[in-house]
């Protein structure tokens, strides 16, 4: 989701404030897990965003992103997930296109539950996956997965993004880092950044309680450069190639990293 501008304050969280945001996580997972079970070719996004809606209603939460709206200029957010497709990278709302056979579909889910909040997302091929779809998020895949495991006491921020990055560029990928995995508590966003590039041994100190969402999203074509459509939020490749986006809440722990939004 979106990041603005943060105010540099680093909130650590205690063991049983990490359970309570676990919780949260849990419901992120299954709003994902319904998600993909209901994307078809045919299905409207409308249907799938409503399908999100259901879950969170289910669980007792709320969304952090439906009416977001980061700047005075940004059109408050219309849904509960954002739903991404082949060129769209990031942002992109749930409209009433259909999907189709093919289609690569990223989705992007937030819970709030008792005051905590959870955010995570996936990627995955709609009917029948193109080979060169299944090597795009299998790169993505990897960088989290690499981004995750640098999230240990005594690496900082740096560490993080430079571990995303060079799986990115190993893969052949654009990365841009205007948009990029962030803290997260009480609100979506906060400190620190966490871009999907950059340099180890710099950046904030990762120290017990620090809870960040690491999320790479990767250009297929190589291109770092997007462009933004006039609805404010949907954000495409400028190349035109298929975008991947995936994204876990993770804690920083003494037992190493924790990720908060698996499923149960």
Avoid: K
Avoid at 26 to 43: F, K
Avoid at 91 to 105: A, K, N, R, S, V
Avoid at 146 to 173: T, W, Y
């Amino acid at each position: 989701m979106y990041r603005p501008e943060e105010i540099a304050v680093i909130e650590l969280r205690t063991p049983g404030e990490l359970d309570a945001m676990r919780a949260a996580g849990a419901v992120v997972a299954d709003m994902l897990a319904a998600v993909r079970a209901a994307a078809a070719p045919g299905v409207r996004l409308t249907q799938l965003d409503q399908v999100a809606r259901d879950v969170l209603a289910d669980a007792g939460a709320t969304s952090p992103f439906l009416g977001y709206a980061p700047l005075a200029t940004t059109p408050p957010f219309p849904g509960v997930v954002c739903l991404s497709v082949n060129d769209v990278a990031l942002h992109g709302i749930p409209t009433p296109q259909q999907l189709e056979d093919g289609d690569l579909l990223s989705v992007d889910a937030g819970a709030v539950l008792d005051g905590w909040v959870g955010d995570a997302a996936v990627t995955f091929p709609v009917g029948t996956p193109r080979p060169e779809d299944l090597a795009l998020m299998a790169t993505t895949e990897r960088a989290l997965a690499a981004g995750i495991a640098a999230a240990v006491i005594g690496n900082r921020v740096g560490d993080v993004s430079a571990a995303i990055g060079a799986v990115g560029r190993a893969g052949g990928c654009g990365i841009n880092t205007d948009q990029g995995g962030h803290g997260v508590g009480r609100s979506m966003h906060e400190a620190p950044s966490v871009p999907n590039e950059g340099r180890p041994g710099r950046g904030v100190p990762l120290r017990p309680g620090l809870v960040i969402a690491i999320e790479p999203w990767f250009l297929a074509g190589g291109d770092d450069d997007y462009r933004v459509d006039a609805d404010g939020w949907t954000l495409r490749s400028a190349d035109g190639s298929r975008a991947a986006h995936v994204e876990h809440t993770v804690a920083v722990t003494d037992d190493g990293p924790r990720i908060l939004t698996l499923p149960r």
